[in-house]
């Protein structure tokens, strides 16, 4: 190829864009001719020229690098932020979940409690001698107790009531011995049970008011130790009236 | 100069290799480019902020095994032609002038043995302010960049015929440009 052919081509050859085997070729020519030697070298300055002056001719200032730099620092704020939520949410939903069991658990074994002492006081009261010791007189109940129970206890003075002492008898609830007094208003016959405190399950220590299970009516309270479950088929006013004298003669 | 306000992005849209570590590099290169199309280094400060401010948002679309050298120059390219400057610049650009051409032949004597003798790089610099935005941007991707021609082209969004074409034809400009300014004309 003659020498003018070539000198289109001597830009992109300059830039390394031509083709392999027509880069192998140009070389080879450029060797051989001095005018397209001349020109590569002239066009090589001009290109090394351009690069010196071009190349770095601004140069930006300090202070606009780090602007930049932070405005470009990503914040990961919208992830962060919402992960912290849902985080406490999440604990927020397991603790109320938590405490909804706990006191859910804490119910149901109260209500198991009340079952177990309903049913012991109806099998008290359908058994052919429903009580061990068979009196109206509370001096000799209350000391018919003794050695029986690890505790002692106070039963109110009913002369002026219309509840009637009918006897006592020993009771276990949950491995635990205690009392059983039964007593009578009207036509319908109540069961108070008596246990150690610290003895019965923690489930237990809170106190409630009167409340309707199976048909019964019951209600718990602790006093000085002891823990007095009041149940039968009485009215509710009945099982508040005759808890309030057993609270009355304890304390005295 | 704008104020620069932090921008946020979701973390599950930041892709392994964050923007920051691609883009900061490029940083120096980006200004020097962006102030030889402006002209000016506030404008030229508003361009490069502006550039990272759009690359950092439409970095989620960036395809991690394409260019993103050329992806952010066209980025920085497209808003200067939308700029103030970059319209009245691309005013200027002739039209029907990027057809194939025969590049004109450097005449004997020329200036580049002249420019390495005195060294003087201000009569370069001169001469290349003075080349229509359209050959001066193809200019420094070549030359500067040391760009491809495919990177070129994919950076100005044209064929590689007309970034060869142009090419061509800056050279030339600045051939003569250069020939006059050492002639004092």
């Not at chain 1, 392999?20 to 060797?31: F, K, N, Q, S």
């Not at chain 1, 309270?221 to 088929?233: E, K, M, P």
């Not at chain 2, 490029?26 to 902020?49: I, M």
């Amino acid at each position: 190829m003659p020498g003018d052919e070539w000198q289109p081509k001597l830009d992109t050859y300059l830039d390394g864009e031509l083709p392999t085997e027509v880069m192998r070729e140009l070389d080879a020519h450029v060797r051989s001719c001095p005018s397209c030697a001349a020109e590569v070298l002239n066009r090589l300055q001009l290109k090394r020229a351009v690069q010196a002056s071009a190349a770095k001719r601004y140069l930006p200032t300090a202070e606009f690098r780090e602007r930049i730099q932070k405005s470009i620092t990503i914040r990961r704020r919208p992830a962060f932020r919402w992960g912290w939520l849902t985080a406490a949410t999440v604990a927020a939903l397991l603790i109320a979940g938590a405490l909804t069991f706990y006191v859910g658990l804490q119910k149901l074994r109260r209500e198991q409690v009340f079952s177990e002492l309903a049913d012991l006081h109806v099998t008290t009261l359908a058994s052919p001698t429903p009580v061990d010791v068979v009196s109206s007189d509370r001096h000799t109940v209350k000391p018919w107790f003794q050695g029986k129970i690890p505790f002692t206890f106070n039963l109110p003075e009913l002369k002026d009531s219309e509840f009637v002492l009918v006897g006592g008898r020993a009771a276990y609830l949950g491995q635990t011995p205690g009392a059983q007094l039964i007593y009578q208003v009207r036509k319908h016959q109540i069961s108070v049970f008596i246990f150690q405190d610290r003895a019965l399950s923690r489930d237990l220590s809170t106190d409630t008011p009167v409340m309707r299970k199976l048909s019964f009516n019951a209600k718990t309270w602790s006093q000085d130790g002891l823990r007095y479950f009041v149940v039968g088929d009485a009215a509710p006013e009945d099982i508040q009236s005759l808890s309030q004298l057993l609270k009355k003669a304890e304390r005295s | 100069m704008s104020q620069v306000y932090p921008m946020e992005v979701p973390e599950d849209r930041v892709p392994a290799a964050t923007f920051e570590e691609l883009a900061m590099p490029l940083f120096d290169q980006l200004y020097n480019f962006a102030h030889w199309l402006t002209q000016n280094r506030e404008e030229a400060e508003d361009l490069v902020q502006e550039t990272y401010a759009k690359a950092l948002k439409g970095f989620s679309s960036f395809q991690p095994e394409t260019n993103f050298r050329a992806w952010i120059y066209r980025i920085l390219r497209n808003t200067f032609l939308t700029s103030r400057t970059g319209l009245k610049a691309s005013m200027t650009v002739p039209l029907n002038t990027d057809g194939e051409e025969t590049a004109i032949l450097a005449p004997a004597n020329t200036p580049e043995a002249i420019l390495i003798e005195r060294s003087n790089q201000q009569l370069v610099q001169g001469a290349i302010e003075q080349l229509p935005v359209h050959l001066r941007e193809v200019l420094l991707l070549c030359e500067v960049e040391e760009m491809s021609y495919k990177e070129i082209a994919e950076t100005l969004s044209i064929p590689m015929g007309t970034v060869m074409s142009r090419l061509s034809r800056a050279r030339n400009a600045l051939r003569e440009s250069l020939r006059r300014k050492i002639k004092g004309e």
